[in-house]
């Protein structure tokens, strides 16, 4: 009988250890192990066809199909004159998006100054310019704001990399309240498992106001927006941003939706 306390209290730091375990998996991104007998983990429905441009929309001249991937440049002589974007022919609401991308300069070098993004659940502001507006997943050429949250001509950045927030009313649609809850890792250490001017695969989920973005299996940020701003659905979209000559391509382009 006097063993009955020691189980219990064994019990109890059991079932704490595995809650601890669960929580840091969530924080540092998914995992893909199954059991060897499982079915293959399906990440979506290809919605690029690796050919051609067919069920996007861009403008012309910019935005090509090379090696297989989806490609934009904008060079000194056929330079962009706003950030402009390849818009997808459907609309999200819930989903997960899987793709790899690869940002050089304009001779598809490593390096440069070329920043890009994927813009979800987003609105079409200037359709003759194929410009969006909305929530960004952000990747460049750079050390600072891959994998970050951005909008898109609208609030800026809602969450540095390796941020958790949470978004709420502030004092104007352009000025919510951003509170940091927790973190999902080092800014440095998240920036280090991304390959420099090579193929990375960027993951972005979004269920109701959560919103997470992740590169190459790391977490990058974790986002509750309550505001009422917050957008629930819209297009997705590639960017190609102006004032700068870059290549970014985009391929293996899969969709879930929920």
Not at 74 to 89: P, Q, R
Not at 182 to 202: C, F, H, M, P
Not at 226 to 249: C, D, N, P, R, Y
């Amino acid at each position: 009988m006097k063993l009955l306390p020691v189980l219990l209290a064994i019990t109890a730091l059991s079932c704490t250890a595995v809650r601890a375990v669960d929580t840091t998996e969530i924080l540092n991104g998914p995992t893909d192990e199954q059991p060897a007998n499982a079915a293959p983990v399906v990440k979506g429905k290809p919605i690029f066809n690796g050919k051609d441009l067919t069920g996007w929309k861009g403008v012309e001249g910019f935005w090509s199909v090379q090696d297989g991937a989806i490609t934009g440049r904008t060079t000194k002589e056929n330079a962009v004159k706003e950030n402009t974007f390849l818009i997808w022919d459907g609309e999200v609401g819930d989903f997960e998006l899987t793709c790899k991308y690869k940002i050089t300069d304009d001779k598809g070098n490593p390096g440069g100054n070329g920043n890009s993004g994927i813009q979800y659940r987003s609105k079409v502001v200037k359709p003759e310019y194929s410009v969006v507006a909305g929530y960004q997943a952000d990747f460049e050429s750079g050390k600072s704001y891959s994998g970050i949250l951005y909008e898109e001509k609208g609030r800026g950045i809602l969450a540095k990399r390796g941020e958790m927030v949470v978004i709420s009313e502030g004092d104007g649609p352009n000025k919510p309240k951003i509170e940091k809850t927790g973190s999902v890792g080092r800014t440095e250490e998240l920036q280090a498992v991304i390959k420099d001017g090579d193929w990375n695969e960027y993951r972005i989920v979004a269920k109701g106001n959560q919103l997470k973005h992740f590169i190459n299996g790391r977490q990058m940020v974790s986002v509750t927006d309550e505001t009422a701003v917050g957008a629930k659905k819209g297009v997705l979209a590639f960017q190609l941003h102006g004032g700068t000559q870059m290549t970014v391509q985009f391929k293996d382009v899969l969709l879930k939706t929920q």
